[in-house]
């Protein structure tokens, strides 16, 4: 279990280090063009704001666990990432992005499982 939760880690870390990485660098235009549609509309403070704390969010999923200092921040960082997906899917759904809603249900059902397994 421990090998497939590193697993799920390294996936939703690489999933919010793109987004975190685009959302903290490129204009609101741009992140709609490259398909982050979710955030258009959203004052640019608002997604650098977001795509600091996806950043975060991933150092906090992986950093604790692996040096074995206060490995409860997995968690908790894993439940502040499952936090923000459901304004994701809002947004996703008043443009009828379906196939986003999908991902971020994806997204958030993995974060909640690691949230709840690495509980200490």
């Known amino acids: 279990m421990n090998i497939f939760l590193w697993i799920l880690q390294s996936f ?3 999933a919010f280090l793109y987004s975190g990485i685009s959302k903290t660098i490129f204009s609101e235009q741009k992140l709609v063009a490259i398909g982050q549609t979710g ?3 959203l004052p640019i403070g608002v997604i650098r704001f977001i795509g600091i704390a996806e950043l975060l969010g991933i150092v906090g999923i992986i950093l604790p666990l692996l040096v074995n200092i206060y490995p409860l921040l997995t968690s908790v960082s894993a439940f502040c990432l499952a936090f ?11 443009r009828k992005e379906y196939k986003q809603i999908a991902f971020n249900l994806i997204l958030f059902t993995i974060c909640i499982f690691i949230g709840i397994e690495r509980l200490p």
Do not use: S
Not at 84 to 94: D, R, S, T, W
């Open 12 to 14: 939703i870390a690489l």
């Open 84 to 94: 923000i997906m459901p304004f994701a899917m809002m947004a996703h759904y008043k």
């Open 39 to 41: 955030v258009a509309g």
